[in-house]
């Protein structure tokens, strides 16, 4: 069975600080990685996509992937309290077009 | 553009009920996927249509099914429902390749009394 693994939580950072989010996953057959956020009693919210391995930066975040280790990280600097949200890891394996989603970080950066 | 939507946003139903569930895609995107989310289980994929047709379908009963139209347009049903599939649905469209990006709606939050 396809697992998706998430650092366990909660997680709490100062303000200004930066938050590091950590995934595994169990398909090596994986090829995209995403990242949402998710505010209580919200939806999921697209934050970051990755496919190959190495680092991508966009704004405050940056998604890192290594294949070879199975694992993908999220990295927010100069955390905000609206920053704090549920982190969603989710991965995208193969030919299927499912999601499978971790079970969530729990972030709360405390001004 | 408009993003997804989904209707409607809160149902109350009591067990032994059917319900059904819309979602509207963002304009030119042919695949929709579903998806439960508990507090238990998190987020577990239900199944995914294209074209019309179903293409992925999960780990759930056969109470739990779909359709889409020509549109786009799907829905969810679930037949003799359980207190268990008290539960918010989320819907998420993408444009149905295999590295898309899903992006979701709103959600229906559906109570089984």
């Known amino acids: 069975q396809k697992e998706v693994e998430q650092n366990s939580g909660p997680l709490s950072v100062p303000e200004g600080a930066i938050a590091s989010l950590n995934c595994t996953y169990s398909?090596?057959?994986?090829?995209?990685f995403f990242w949402y956020r998710q505010y209580s009693g919200k939806s999921p919210e697209l934050i970051m996509f990755?496919?190959?391995?190495g680092d991508k930066e966009d704004g405050r975040f940056t998604a890192q992937l290594n294949k070879a280790s199975q694992y993908v990280s999220l990295l927010i600097r100069d955390s905000q309290p609206s920053d704090s949200a549920t982190y969603l890891c989710?991965?995208?394996?193969?030919?299927?077009?499912?999601?499978?989603f971790g079970s969530g970080t729990q972030l709360t950066v405390l001004p | 553009k408009a993003g997804v939507t989904q209707t409607p946003r809160y149902l109350i139903k009591t067990r032994g009920q059917q319900v059904t569930l819309s979602c509207s895609p963002i304009?030119?995107?042919?695949?929709v996927s579903w998806y439960q989310q508990t507090p238990g289980q998190g987020l577990q994929f239900l199944f995914e249509?294209?074209?019309?047709?179903?293409?992925n379908k999960g780990n759930f009963p056969g109470r739990f099914s779909g359709r889409q139209f020509s549109n786009s347009r799907s829905e969810m049903n679930v037949s003799t429902l359980e207190l268990g599939d008290s539960a918010l649905y989320l819907c998420?469209?993408?444009?149905?390749?295999?590295?898309?990006?899903?992006?979701f709606g709103p959600g229906t939050r559906l109570t089984v009394l």
């Open positions: 998420a469209s993408s444009l149905g390749g295999t590295r898309d990006t899903q992006y």
């Open positions: 989710a991965v995208n394996g193969g030919s299927a077009r499912q999601l499978t």
């Open positions: 398909d090596r057959g994986s090829q995209s």
């Open positions: 990755i496919y190959s391995n």
């Open positions: 249509y294209f074209s019309e047709t179903q293409r």
């Open positions: 304009s030119g995107h042919r695949s």
